[in-house]
Nanobody
Framework: QVRLAESGGGSAQPGESLRLSCVGS????????VGWFRQVPGDEREPVAG???????YYADSVKGRFTVSRDDDKNTVYLQMSRLKPEDTAMYYC??????????????????WGKGTQVTISV
């Protein structure tokens, strides 16, 4: 059974940092692209960042230069280091896994498995 378990969400003030983690199980993690999406109530789920099995990365324009995605295949874990956080980063963040390449992580339709989500709230 495939499982993606996120952790590390919470509250922070603008300008601060948070790190999200997601541990995968039940699939050959090293061969999959993994990453993060986020969603605000009433809006569509949007891609944030992804990383493929070669270490190539993708970032949404809104987070480039502030967020860093990385993976540790020995731990079946993908991380999202979020820096210089802004109130507009407030959302539910979902871990995602796709059997295809990095392009799969740019569209919700490309994702094969989802985590349950972790809330990130940025406010003064």
């Amino acid at each position: 059974q495939v499982r993606l378990a996120e952790s590390g969400g919470g509250s922070a003030q603008p300008g601060e940092s948070l790190r999200l983690s997601c541990v995968g199980s039940g699939f050959t993690y090293i061969r999959w692209s993994v990453g993060w999406f986020r969603q605000v109530p009433g809006d569509e789920r949007e891609p944030v960042a992804g990383i493929d099995m070669e270490g190539r990365t993708y970032y949404a324009d809104s987070v480039k230069g502030r967020f860093t995605v990385s993976r540790d295949d020995d731990k079946n874990t993908v991380y999202l280091q979020m820096s210089r956080l802004k109130p507009e980063d407030t959302a539910m963040y979902y871990c995602a896994a796709a059997q295809g390449g990095l392009a799969q992580m740019k569209d919700v339709e490309g994702v094969d498995y989802w985590g349950k989500g972790t809330q990130v709230t940025i406010s003064v």
